[in-house]
Nanobody, 119 residues
C-alpha cells in the first residue's frame, strides 16, 4: 500500500521560504509510472496543482506560481520536497503531497498539512 506523509513547519513568516517534505512508503521514488506531486488548497478555494517531479528528477510547475516553487527528491530517503519562496499570507493553505500511478490512473494522497503564512 502506497502511503505518503507530509512534514514541515506549520507557520512561516511572510517573505520566507516554505519547505515541506513528503516521505513515501510502499513504493520508491525510482519506480516506473509514479509521478510525485504537490497540491494545495487555500480556504474557500479549489485545489491547486503546484508541480510534479518524476523518477528522473524532471519537474514541471504551475505557471501561476511565477517561478517561486521548486521540487526536489532524495531517493536515498525516499522523500521529495517542496520549496516555495517569497511567501505571502495568500500562500496559507493545506498542502498535500500525492502520487499519480499512471497504469491505473490512480492518485494516492497524503493526509495534508496546514501551513499558515503570518508574521
Amino acid at each position: 500500500q502506497v502511503q505518503l506523509q507530509e512534514s514541515g513547519p506549520g507557520l512561516v513568516k511572510p517573505s520566507q521560504t516554505l519547505s515541506l517534505t513528503c516521505t513515501v512508503s510502499g513504493t520508491t521514488l525510482s519506480t516506473n509510472y509514479y509521478y510525485w506531486i504537490w497540491i494545495r488548497q487555500s480556504p474557500g478555494k479549489e485545489l491547486e496543482w503546484m508541480g510534479v517531479i518524476d523518477k528522473s528528477g524532471n519537474t514541471r510547475y504551475n505557471t501561476s506560481l511565477k517561478g517561486r516553487a521548486s521540487i526536489s527528491s532524495d531517493t536515498s530517503k525516499n522523500q521529495f520536497t517542496l520549496h516555495l519562496t517569497s511567501t505571502t499570507p495568500e500562500d496559507s493553505a493545506v498542502y498535500y503531497c500525492a502520487t499519480h500511478y499512471t497504469p491505473r490512473d490512480y492518485v494516492y494522497w497524503g493526509q495534508g498539512t496546514l501551513v499558515t503564512v503570518s508574521s
